[in-house]
T-cell receptor
Framework: QQQVKQSPQSLIVQKGGISIINCAYENTAFDYFPWYQQFPGKGPALLIAIRPDVSEKKEGRFTISFNKSAKQFSLHIMDSQPGDSATYFCAASRGGNNRKLIWGLGTSLAVNP | DTGVSQDPRHKITKRGQNVTFRCDPISEHNRLYWYRQTLGQGPEFLTYFQNEAQLEKSRLLSDRFSAERPKGSFSTLEIQRTEQGDSAMYLC???????????FGNGTRLTVT
């Protein structure tokens, strides 16, 4: 079973637009929710992460919104750029435990110039 | 570049052969992780070291897989009697602490023919 469900599977956005990727989780014990960005031929890189004591975290053009009651969190990329074209993975774990990270299946984002 | 490095980047082998991959983590990181990633999936945890001690192995890690980190620095992952199902990207990551962000290498892509 997929404990972290990510959608959409792929996304096409025009340059300057907003990219939105959603994730839903099942385990209410999860308390660490990172997003990773992966370019072709590269390993994933941590983009931004949130813990459930806040509902939103912003770093530059990237924002995580967190809805604890709905067990959902999302990544918003403002002013999307062609250089943002990559695969994005959400993940979740309990206690920030890297060994126990549960990953989503990824969203392939293409930003058209 | 002081990131996580992996060698080789690509490996093509015939079914039944043994292969070995190497990972050099970030120097001050004492946690080292191996993951496997197949197309359209997020990384799957394989095993984890704290210094030279292998503390956890996933059920995904069959008896044909063995990992070592002899001096608490670099690590090797060996697959014996490779099978076509072993074809995947093998990712190494390191972290300073168990709940510190993961830093991934660019992986070794294994193709078993």
């Amino acid at each position: 079973q997929q404990q972290v469900k990510q959608s959409p599977q792929s996304l096409i956005v025009q340059k300057g637009g907003i990219s939105i990727i959603n994730c839903a989780y099942e385990n209410t014990a999860f308390d660490y929710f990172p997003w990773y960005q992966q370019f072709p031929g590269k390993g994933p890189a941590l983009l931004i992460a949130i813990r459930p004591d806040v509902s939103e975290k912003k770093e530059g053009r990237f924002t995580i919104s967190f809805n604890k009651s709905a067990k959902q969190f999302s990544l918003h990329i403002m002013d999307s750029q062609p250089g943002d074209s990559a695969t994005y993975f959400c993940a979740a774990s309990r206690g920030g435990n890297n060994r126990k990270l549960i990953w989503g299946l990824g969203t392939s984002l293409a930003v058209n110039p | 570049d002081t990131g996580v490095s992996q060698d080789p980047r690509h490996k093509i082998t015939k079914r039944g052969q043994n292969v070995t991959f190497r990972c050099d983590p970030i120097s001050e990181h004492n946690r080292l992780y191996w993951y496997r990633q197949t197309l359209g999936q997020g990384p799957e945890f394989l095993t984890y070291f704290q210094n030279e001690a292998q503390l956890e192995k996933s059920r995904l890690l069959s008896d044909r897989f063995s990992a070592e980190r002899p001096k608490g620095s670099f690590s090797t992952l060996e697959i014996q009697r490779t099978e076509q199902g072993d074809s995947a990207m093998y990712l190494c990551a390191s972290s300073l602490n168990l709940d510190s962000p993961l830093h991934f290498g660019n992986g070794t892509r294994l193709t078993v023919t």
